[in-house]
């Protein structure tokens, strides 16, 4: 077995322009993908920004309506001696 057989690269049906195609098919999708990834979460806040704006001011100066939710609990431990 020659190292000339074995290597895809050195074989006489490469294609290196449908290689080129291939790459550049695989890094408009990951581009895609990282555009998506970044304007998704973008989106999404800008949107709950805009339902901001839609809310009265009255609501916004209102009075929590669960004063309680953030208490936390206190535990008293015993003691050893």
Do not use: C, H, W
């Amino acid at each position: 077995m020659t190292g000339d057989d074995s290597n895809p690269f050195t074989q006489s049906e490469f294609d290196r322009d449908k290689a080129a195609k291939s790459v550049v098919v695989q890094m408009g999708v990951g581009a895609g993908l990282a555009a998506a990834t970044i304007l998704v979460p973008m989106i999404a806040i800008y949107l709950l920004y805009l339902v901001g704006t839609l809310l009265p001011p009255e609501s916004k100066e209102a009075p929590d309506p669960t004063p309680g939710s953030f208490s936390t609990l206190q535990v008293e431990m015993p003691r050893y001696a």
